[in-house]
């Protein structure tokens, strides 16, 4: 492909071969280094303690009570009831203590027992019905969890020995039947701490942490910066920690988080997860490729239609920009300039990028006429070789990054505060985000950045509770 120049007297002048051509056509990089995301969660325990004292029974009877009764030995039987009072939890090195009262009333006969028979049961007497004061036991469990590498959940439910507050000895001769309805009931409680253990053991977070996996992995549309996409590659969660009444945990991921044009992303399946120390915070690394064609929006934006002078005295002339376009590769970029008014055609000149961190903005230093062009300017317009069309060039490729980066930094803010999923709701905060790098490549210029801050996730117990144990 081939430039031409007019004169103002309209001859047509060959000046050089576009630098399409002469633009170092160098692969294209991704220097992004992988990102760390550690997201504290935790959990309202409140929840789960309304949950397991409803699900545990509260009334505990004797077989077959009112009527049946329980015969230990030949020579004493007895009946019970057993109500028990509601749970207290406390959450200590780790384990989850629940602790009740119950009240218990028993009534019992005795006979005598001997090898040539039995005497009639004596009328029934009691404890803890009628008048009398219910009996009192202490009793309650303790629970460790324990998550799995296959995201459920290791659940250790223990019971504690049942301990009388108040005896149960008057009407039976003497007889203590204190400890026979304690070791009763703690088989009862047994088998209720049991099923709940079995039911806590088949709950499983792989389904929310797929939900937040297929999440991260979804592009998320950002007007004027094109596509986030998260590009997660590792997960991690904590063993949990019990304090007061929530549960803490931490899930950390491994990413590579890029802006595109396009919402092409690969996704990848939900890995087994690792342990590892709870921790918060995350550094993102953020990268994006940003087309020439953007920039040729911005850049035209301040240039098209500019016109000025150019030359001094009878060859002072008045030179107007109609539009201009980028070009890169390598370490350099090129400018491809349309003129019109005095001179028509196209000139092209090249620089280098410049990238101020501290101000955050863009542009092309050591701007200056391609060789050819400029061999072709010695000979057919000299006048624009005054320097002011690389004044003007250097001012209209000046790019303003930090109102783009506040841009980024609200929108990242607003992704990073909303409901994931139902019961499920992510808080957080950048608090730092800046360009770290700027490359000049064939299909744009490569952008890294770095994002710092906070991000917790609050997951609703009762929430989950309703949708997992219906």
């Given at each position: 492909m081939f430039g031409f120049l007019n004169d103002v007297r309209g001859q047509?002048?060959?000046?050089?071969?576009?630098?399409?051509?002469?633009?170092?056509?160098l692969p294209e990089v991704n220097l992004t280094p992988l990102s760390e995301i550690d997201i504290p969660v935790s959990i309202a325990l409140k929840a789960v303690y309304l949950w397991a004292n409803k699900f545990v029974d509260t009334m505990y009877t004797s077989p077959d009570y009112p009527k049946g009764w329980v015969e230990d030995g030949c020579s004493v039987r007895y009946q019970y009831q057993f109500k028990r009072g509601p749970f207290s939890f406390r959450a200590t090195n780790n384990v989850l203590v629940a602790k009740y009262t119950g009240y218990y009333g028993v009534r019992g006969s005795t006979r005598v027992c001997s090898p040539i028979g039995n005497s009639p049961w004596t009328p029934p007497c009691s404890c803890g019905f009628g008048s009398e004061k219910p009996r009192r036991i202490d009793a309650g469990f303790a629970t460790a969890f324990k998550l799995n590498p296959n995201y459920t959940l290791g659940v250790?439910?223990?019971?504690?020995?049942?301990?009388?507050?108040?005896?149960?000895?008057?009407?039976?001769?003497?007889?203590?039947?204190?400890?026979?309805?304690?070791?009763?009931?703690?088989?009862?409680?047994?088998?209720?701490?049991?099923?709940?253990?079995?039911?806590?053991?088949?709950?499983?977070?792989?389904?929310?942490?797929?939900?937040?996996?297929?999440?991260?992995?979804?592009?998320?549309?950002?007007?004027?910066?094109?596509?986030?996409?998260?590009?997660?590659?590792?997960?991690?969660?904590?063993?949990?920690?019990?304090?007061?009444?929530?549960?803490f945990f931490s899930i950390g991921l491994s990413a590579r988080p890029e802006l595109k044009a396009d919402a092409a992303f690969n996704k990848k399946p939900l890995p087994a997860i690792t342990d590892f120390s709870r921790r918060g915070?995350?550094?993102?690394?953020?990268?994006?490729?940003?087309?020439?064609?953007?920039?040729?929006?911005?850049?035209?934006?301040?240039?098209?239609?500019?016109?000025?002078?150019?030359?001094?005295?009878?060859?002072?002339?008045t030179v107007?920009?109609?539009s201009l376009k980028l070009l890169g590769g390598g370490d350099k970029i090129f400018i491809k300039v349309y003129l019109s008014k005095a001179i028509k055609g196209m000139v092209y000149l090249e620089g280098k990028l410049f990238w101020d961190a501290e101000k955050q903005f863009l542009e092309i230093t050591d701007l200056k006429y391609e060789i050819k062009t400029r061999q072709v300017l010695v000979r057919s317009a000299a006048y624009l070789l005054d320097g002011t069309i690389e004044k003007k060039l250097k001012e209209y490729t000046r790019f303003d990054v930090a109102a783009r980066v506040n841009d980024l930094s609200l929108q990242l803010n607003e992704q990073m505060n909303r409901e994931i999923a139902p019961g499920i709701k992510a808080t957080g905060l950048i608090s730092m985000l800046?360009?770290?790098?700027?490359?000049?490549?064939?299909?744009?210029?490569?952008v890294a950045g770095t994002a710092q801050g906070n991000l917790n996730v609050n997951i609703d117990a009762a929430t989950l509770i309703a949708q997992y144990f219906k």
């Open positions: 047509e002048i060959l000046i050089t071969e576009t630098p399409d051509t002469l633009v170092k056509a250790n439910v223990r019971l504690t020995e049942p301990a009388a507050l108040d005896k149960c000895s008057i009407c039976f001769f003497g007889k203590d039947i204190t400890t026979t309805v304690a070791g009763q009931l703690k088989t009862e409680m047994q088998a209720s701490m049991s099923e709940m253990q079995m039911q806590l053991q088949t709950f499983s977070m792989r389904p929310y942490l797929q939900t937040i996996w297929d999440t991260l992995q979804v592009p998320y549309a950002m007007p004027g910066f094109g596509y986030l996409g998260m590009q997660p590659e590792a997960i991690r969660i904590s063993q949990a920690v019990l304090r007061n009444d929530s549960m915070g995350f550094s993102l690394y953020l990268a994006q490729t940003l087309p020439y064609d953007s920039l040729n929006a911005v850049a035209n934006e301040q240039a098209a239609g500019k016109e000025f002078s150019a030359g001094k005295g009878l060859l002072k002339k107007r920009i109609d800046k360009v770290d790098k700027l490359i000049a490549q064939p299909g744009g210029i490569y």
